[in-house]
T-cell receptor, first 111, second 114 residues
Framework: GNSVTQMEGPVTLSEEAFLTINCTYT??????LFWYVQYPGEGLQLLLK?????DKGSNKGFEATYRKETTSFHLEKGSVQVSDSAVYFC??????????FGQGTELSVKP | NAGVTQTPKFRVLKTGQSMTLLCAQD?????MYWYRQDPGMGLRLIHY???????AKGEVPDGYNVSRLKKQNFLLGLESAAPSQTSVYFC?????????????FGPGTRLTVL
């Protein structure tokens, strides 16, 4: 079946540090891949997505590349800010609009 | 443009009580979804709707019922609440049912069942 695995959190970084959050997936066919972010007290919002192999999604300084050979979609940012503190969810969609989520990774950025 | 709204924001129930969660969207989206979020498990799909008057089961439908009488509203019902249904519930909507489409989420309802 379809599944998403993310690196365990919480992750604590200092401001301006480099961020990587690992995400790997298992799926049949060619899923679309997403990163959603949940800021404290809010619902989820789309951060970026990629819909086919080798696509790179990017937004707000975050990037992720759809790697079919390694079934991965790792999230990266070169220099994090305190305002990036949130929970990040990797997700895939393979059967219509039904999203399959990873467990979420909490990021805390200290000044 | 409010996007996706959910009512109520918080609720405490006793075991066996019933309640209905309301989701409303003003984006004229055809597709709507209910998820639950539990610690360490991400979000899991409960039920979804592909249009007014139609609903379908998701990954964890047991103990829940849904209705989509109007295009803009999607209701989630708990007929006899159990402690295992303590969770944060999120509603979402999308314009299409394509796996490439973006889902827009509401702010969530935190439900505690004692």
């Amino acid at each position: 079946g379809n599944s998403v695995t993310q690196m365990e959190g919480p992750v604590t970084l200092s401001e301006e540090a480099f961020l990587t959050i690992n995400c790997t997936y298992t799926a049949t066919g060619y899923p679309s891949l997403f990163w959603y972010v949940q800021y404290p007290g809010e619902g989820l919002q789309l951060l970026l997505k990629a819909t086919k192999a080798d696509d790179k999604g990017s937004n707000k300084g975050f990037e992720a590349t759809y790697r079919k050979e390694t079934t991965s979609f790792h999230l990266e940012k070169g220099s994090v800010q305190v305002s990036d503190s949130a929970v990040y969810f990797c997700a895939l969609a393979n059967q219509g609009g039904k999203l399959i989520f990873g467990q979420g990774t909490e990021l805390s950025v200290k000044p | 443009n409010a996007g996706v709204t959910q009512t109520p924001k918080f609720r405490v129930l006793k075991t066996g009580q019933s309640m209905t969660l309301l989701c409303a969207q003003d984006m004229n989206h055809e597709y709507m979804y209910w998820y639950r979020q539990d610690p360490g498990m991400g979000l899991r799909l409960i039920h979804y709707s592909v249009g007014e008057g139609t609903t379908a089961k998701g990954e964890v439908p047991d103990g829940y019922n849904v209705s989509r009488l109007k295009k803009q509203n999607f209701l989630l019902g708990l007929e006899s609440a159990a402690p295992s249904q303590t969770s944060v519930y999120f509603c979402a909507s999308s314009y299409t049912f394509s796996p490439t489409d973006t889902q827009y989420f509401g702010p969530g309802t935190r439900l505690t069942v004692l």
